[in-house]
């Protein structure tokens, strides 16, 4: 009976063993299969990648006129006989008119003084930014606040902000230790709140147009976008110095009556079905006789609380066509992606983290060639079709 036992036993040892060796034959030969297949994929995805880049580049350098929508197709003279009525009901007349001389707490009024021997200031970036944001200002200097020549064009970049509603006495002595040490916050005399932004857009160009006058450009920034200079430049170096004025263009664009929205219009703000033509408010460039008119015509033109509408209503005023551009990355589609982000001239909903990081990821992307260029496509077409 024992000897049955033991017999039966080795048996089970020797069908364990089998089936052990058999499951690592079993492993071993899917993992070769594996590795095998990926080689292929791998293949086949650099070819897709390679494709889809182009696409990538493609879709951010144009101005719309390719397979996706273009919002450039539109009148001006059209749009104005359209919105004439609108724009005859926000016109201000005899001597009430809006006022823009808000005295300067801090004021770098000489940033744009360059030497005889340097080429004037190219592009003037201007990034509206709540006097409560000192980390943020910190990473946006690093980024792009420091650069003062790229490719041999002058850049320049202030801050722009009312004063602090809160805490106001320490808060403004730590904006004058700030001002003092970096020479870059233009801090007016109003208070300073997101319900402001269109005043503080007015004061904007008030700056510009009165300390950086020789500028070619101006360039309105929010404190979370990234601006990529190394295509910013090129395109502005062949772009009209006059009349001009570009960034992502919306047209027909509808209020937001929902509200919960942060961007909830009421029908006695405007009672309109469509919004002017209008460059959105993330990112966009003026021509500085476009800024210096821009801000003559709003004196004259009331104010609404959608500063880059409210943009739109004056350029629309004065028979200014905004350039489409789907380089300004206005819904942030390439907001964690290096690769995509090399296309754009600027993109939207940066966290300051990425802020800090995208330069040097986006240098080492020169090097690695790396692209998850298939997620930018998937999030193009997404956008497209919502």
Known sequence: MAKKYRNTGRKRNVLLLFLLVSCNVFILMATLYQLLESKQLLEESVTASTELTNDVSSYFAGSGDDEFSDPTQWSITKTQ????????????????VNNFDFPYLFNPSGICNVPRSINNVFVLMMTPISPLKADKRAVIRNVRGRLKEVDGYQIRHVFVMGRPTVNVSSILNTLKLESDTFMDLVVLDFDDSYYNLTLKTMMLLRWAVTYCPNAKYVMKVDDDVFVNLDNLIPLLSEAPREGYAVGYVYVQSKPIRKTWNKWYVSEEEWSYEFYPPYPTGPAYVLSMDVARAVLKSARRIRMFRMEDVYIGMNLLKLSIKPVHHNGFDRYGICQS????VRNVIATHYITSVRMATLPRRMEQLNYTKSCHATKVIKKIHRLELS
């Not at 992606?337 to 995509?340: R, S």
């Open 81 to 96: 006989e359209q919105f004439s009525a609108i724009l005859s009901n926000y016109t201000l007349t005899g001597s009430n």
């Open 337 to 340: 992606l290096p690769c995509c």
